[in-house]
């Protein structure tokens, strides 16, 4: 499964949104997420990535910019992405 279907899977399972509508260029405002359902997000690719997420890292608008960071943190923090 690559970073963009899991990340999918848990906007899904974590979120309840529609698969279908997700795209790499959805922004998360227009799913309507606020700063408390991002934080608990967060905390949900922190454990299924198992990677730690510092608050200055996080700068994401679309779901994309979610795939990139993640990528970039297990890269960084398990040497392979």
Do not use: C, Y
């Not at 906007?11 to 608990?40: A, Q």
Request: proline share 1%; glycine share 2%; hydrophobic share 40%.
């Amino acid at each position: 499964m690559t970073t963009l279907e899991s990340i999918e899977k848990l906007f899904v399972d974590k979120l309840d949104l529609n698969r279908d509508l997700l795209t790499p260029e959805s922004t998360l405002e227009s799913f309507g997420i606020d700063s408390l359902d991002k934080i608990e997000f967060l905390f949900s690719l922190e454990d299924e990535f198992k990677i730690k997420i510092a608050e200055s890292e996080v700068k994401i608008d679309t779901v994309q910019d979610v795939v990139d960071m993640v990528d970039r943190l297990v890269a960084e923090q398990h040497g392979s992405a």
